[in-house]
């Protein structure tokens, strides 16, 4: 049976519609049965697409003998994709011809031609996300507000700059004492992020924000709510950062914004060297000596890694608060036992806390849960798990959709309406693609568990007593999503 395949990404005036492609196909198609998968909504950078899926699936199962496309690009813009997929037709003998282009895919000639023209649809497609990134960069540049959610303090208002609708920020009266009072209380040497969120909590002030440690040091680092002059565009430059305006238009009256720099190496949340300051139109809400106080404060503060190996409990980082979701941390006491304490707790006392849970009991607790889960199987196997190739490059694609969407959100206000329907489109797209990604993550790693490491999970817990604590959260891993606990309650989240 033959096969039409149909795409279309945006419904424009200038793209051609799935029903003019499908009469395109039909005239290929000489009058013999065929079947229609088509996929609305959906780009052709990668084969993340429904219909797509499907069609690959039947020509697997030897259900179709010819794909017929208006153009190559409606079924792939990218030349590896595309690479592989003349493969997969050549393995089912299956034909593919293109009914605008005439190609033959039985000659080396036509095979040549076909990677010439993915090439350039590529390019295409690559040269519109540079429009869309020089656009971004042009207008951040310029000090328009590139962002969708004002900074807490502020509220945002239309306005117009150079000629184009933007919008720009205003102090907000009652959250903009909240951050004057966070920056007061901040610059003093002895008081510490979890004195401002004691003291917030004590005078019954409603802060919306939350109050914990890394929040409010990020909010403390913004330079949207500094009075810009010469000692701020000072440290900036020191700082290594790319400062656009000149130095006498620091006049310690406006904030400023702070941009991603497109060859920063590290994200503007780690470091300020290659990241872009710009003069803003709005003025700021605080002092610069303040504000310097308080950032040179920051940046003398102790640095605690993100991710510490786990070397007291291979519970680590698994376990959550049942009370407030915050993780669990390992607390030895005097006593020569060990707790588990909530960490929210810890920084701020914002939460109640989990109650009295000794880590060893609670370990053991976990590891009967565990051999219930798998009480069916009961094969030995001396083995590390493997890794999962395909889960690995699933992590790292869904990682990369996850950077795309941070640069594209709500990131053209006053662009043109071409640059506009692009980035808003491109946001759909990446956002099903990321849904689509966990998904087939969780599907992966339910499929490991039941095909291989159920096995080898089942030998370890046998054998619990000898393996070591990296293997111990191995096993923990390959079966539980997370835990929710309390000294009264235990919830966990099982992958299986």
């Keep these: 049976m033959k096969a039409f395949y149909a795409r279309q990404s945006l419904d424009k005036k200038d793209s051609i519609s799935i029903e003019s492609q499908i009469e395109f196909c039909?005239?290929?198609?000489?009058?013999?049965?065929?079947?229609?998968?088509?996929?609305?909504?959906?780009?052709?950078?990668?084969?993340?697409?429904?219909?797509?899926?499907?069609?690959?699936?039947?020509?697997?199962?030897?259900?179709?003998?010819?794909?017929?496309?208006?153009?190559?690009?409606?079924?792939?813009?990218?030349?590896?994709?595309?690479?592989?997929?003349?493969?997969?037709?050549?393995?089912?003998?299956?034909?593919?011809?293109?009914?605008?282009?005439?190609?033959?895919?039985?000659?080396?000639?036509?095979?040549?031609?076909?990677?010439?023209?993915?090439?350039?649809?590529?390019?295409?497609?690559?040269?519109?996300?540079?429009?869309?990134?020089?656009?971004?960069?042009?207008?951040?540049?310029?000090?328009?507000?590139?962002?969708?959610?004002?900074?807490?303090?502020?509220?945002?208002?239309?306005?117009?700059?150079?000629?184009?609708?933007?919008k720009k920020l205003v102090a907000d009266p009652e959250t903009a004492d909240h951050i004057r009072i966070m920056y007061d209380m901040y610059s003093k040497p002895d008081i510490s992020f979890g004195d401002i969120t004691n003291y917030f909590i004590s005078q019954g002030i409603n802060c919306s924000i939350d109050l914990s440690r890394s929040q409010i040091s990020q909010t403390l680092k913004n330079p949207a709510y500094v009075q810009a002059d010469l000692d701020v565009y000072e440290f900036f430059k020191t700082q290594g950062a790319d400062v656009v305006n000149e130095a006498e238009d620091f006049a310690g009256i406006n904030g400023c914004y702070f941009y991603s720099g497109r060859n920063a190496t590290e994200s503007k949340k780690a470091s300020i060297k290659g990241h872009t300051l710009v003069i803003a139109p709005h003025e700021g809400l605080v002092s610069s000596d303040v504000w310097l106080a308080c950032r040179k404060k920051i940046l003398n503060n102790t640095s605690f890694a993100a991710h510490h190996k786990a070397k007291n409990t291979w519970l680590a980082g698994k376990v959550k608060c049942g009370k407030c979701g915050s993780g669990l941390m390992y607390s030895p006491s005097s006593n020569g036992k060990s707790y588990f304490r909530c960490r929210k707790r810890a920084d701020s006392k914002s939460c109640e806390g989990c109650g009295t849970i000794r880590v060893k009991e609670f370990e053991d607790f976990i590891y009967c849960e565990m051999v219930k889960k798998l009480g069916n199987f009961q094969v030995l196997m001396g083995s590390n798990p493997k890794a999962n190739p395909k889960l690995t490059a699933l992590n790292v694609e869904l990682a990369q959709t996850d950077a795309e969407i941070e640069k594209l959100i709500d990131s053209l206000f006053g662009a043109s309406k071409t640059l506009m329907s692009y980035a808003n489109s491109k946001i759909d797209e990446l956002d099903a693609k990321r849904q689509s990604l966990a998904k087939a993550i969780a599907d992966v790693r339910a499929s490991s568990l039941s095909q291989e490491s159920a096995e080898s999970i089942s030998g370890y817990l046998t054998d619990w007593e000898t393996v070591n604590l990296d293997d111990r959260r191995l096993v923990l891993d390959g079966l539980i999503t997370r835990i929710q606990a309390t000294n009264e309650s235990v919830h966990i989240e099982w992958k299986v």
């Design 26 to 166: 039909t005239y290929e198609a000489k009058g013999e049965n065929y079947r229609k998968y088509i996929d609305k909504g959906y780009s052709g950078k990668n084969t993340e697409r429904p219909k797509f899926k499907e069609l690959i699936r039947d020509i697997e199962q030897g259900l179709i003998s010819t794909v017929i496309v208006y153009k190559l690009d409606r079924i792939s813009r990218s030349i590896i994709d595309f690479a592989n997929l003349m493969q997969l037709f050549h393995n089912h003998n299956v034909e593919f011809i293109s009914a605008t282009e005439k190609f033959d895919t039985s000659t080396p000639m036509g095979r040549a031609m076909l990677n010439i023209c993915i090439v350039f649809a590529q390019l295409e497609r690559e040269t519109i996300q540079k429009r869309v990134q020089d656009s971004f960069d042009s207008r951040c540049r310029k000090g328009f507000f590139m962002s969708g959610n004002a900074p807490y303090g502020f509220k945002v208002e239309p306005t117009v700059l150079d000629g184009i609708n933007t």
